[in-house]
């Protein structure tokens, strides 16, 4: 079964559900540099967060927690973790993505993202994004190791349901509106 990633709406009870596996996992990652038990509860029961998991049957395998916003229209990536037994399958995208909707659904037009350089994660984000990618900072000194700083600009309309085939579409014809009794005007293309 391929892994699958889904929304969850943080509150008390479940992070006693899923805060223990989470903080394994950072502190799988991180060791005595990860997030204090304290701060990753913050970050996934705050309102204003976004937390998407990925799971593999019953396992949560990964999670990814951005927000809140610090200024209109922009929010960061707090925290981003697959499982070490996962990694190296693209499964941090669909998470990544899974935010993105998320967040623009809520009218968020820009992710930032300080990612890992080390692990090759800030290059990838570069090359996934290509011009919806700024670096904001170089390559920087952190507790975590050097840092990127990213700015993503999410892609309007990213939490729109796309159509369906069955769906009605408009039946006026696109550009000129035919008016009855009226023969239509040719017009000449804009010369230069």
């Known amino acids: 079964m391929a892994p699958s990633v889904r929304a969850v709406a943080f509150d008390a009870a ?17 060791g005595s540099r990860a997030f204090s038990e304290r701060e990753m509860r913050w970050q996934a029961t705050n309102r204003d967060a976004v937390v998407m998991t990925s799971w593999d049957g019953p396992t949560l395998i990964g999670f990814a927690v951005a927000g809140p916003p610090w200024t209109k229209g922009r929010a960061s990536l707090l925290n981003v973790l697959i499982d070490p037994a996962y990694r190296g399958r693209g499964l941090v995208w ?11 659904a809520r009218g968020i037009r820009e992710l930032e993202i300080d990612a890992r350089v080390e692990n090759g994660f800030a ?18 000194a952190s507790p975590y190791g050097p840092q990127r700083t990213i700015r993503v600009y999410l892609k309007r309309g990213a939490a729109r349901p796309r159509r369906t085939r ?4 408009s039946q006026t014809p696109r550009g000129r509106v035919a008016v009855p009794g009226r023969r239509a005007r040719r017009t000449r293309p804009p010369t230069r």
């Open 166 to 169: 069955g769906a009605p579409r």
């Open 123 to 140: 290059d990838a984000i570069e090359r996934r994004y290509k011009t919806r990618a700024t670096v904001i900072a170089v390559d920087h």
């Open 14 to 30: 479940m992070w006693r559900e899923l805060g223990p596996r989470m903080l394994e996992l950072e502190r799988q990652e991180w």
């Open 94 to 104: 669909p998470l990544i993505a899974a935010v993105e909707r998320a967040l623009s």
